[in-house]
């Protein structure tokens, strides 16, 4: 295996609760994208702040793995797809991972009615 | 900028920052991330700026950086204020 990045992050999921509760719509369509926002909604057209809790560790984690500190990136840049398993980069964040050399990400979640944790492993194809 | 903006700053951080400390012991070059914020917290903080400023933080400058100190942000909303004064 090449060379790696690392990023790793966890989200309390009362904090989640809380944004949806003090900034609803505007709070959700910042940091998600669209299609993160209709997998989180749930039977009674609530939003699962559990399954946010996961996608903003996974985004946060994605930052960290690309060394993404003095880039400004909008968290709906990168989304996570295929049920929590997936991530996809686009804009700011695709062009950092081009720049960075970036082959692929592999993403782990994991969420308990408390906490959402997400590692984020970069693939590095060339040495930079 | 002037220290009302960072009195106001001070008032929001400490109602969205959680963080571990008081924001009172903090100094304005402080790192609100090495006092406990966290990056989810620092979402919620933008959101209550915007409100408390009447300004709207475009993508570009959403970076880490931008919240990582009283002064950063201060430095962050003055430039919106002259940005959307001109517009």
Sequence with gaps: MGPVAVG??????VEVEDSIRNHAERYLERVYTAREIADSRLADGST???????????KEA???ALRATGAAIAPTDIEVTQRGS??????AAASLAAARGIAGLQLSSSVTDDYAAAIVVAQIETAQ | ???DTKTKIRELLAEQGRLAVDVATLADGADLYAAGMTSHASVNLMLALEDGFDVEFPDSMLRRDAFESIDAIATAI?????????A
């Design chain 1, 8 to 13: 790793v992050d966890i989200v309390e999921v």
């Design chain 1, 48 to 58: 699962d702040a559990r399954r946010l809790a996961a996608t903003f560790a996974a």
């Design chain 1, 62 to 64: 994605a930052l960290k």
């Design chain 1, 86 to 91: 997936r991530l996809a980069l686009r804009g």
């Design chain 2, 1 to 3: 900028m002037t220290s």
């Design chain 2, 78 to 86: 003055d430039e919106l204020r002259r940005t959307e004064n001109r």
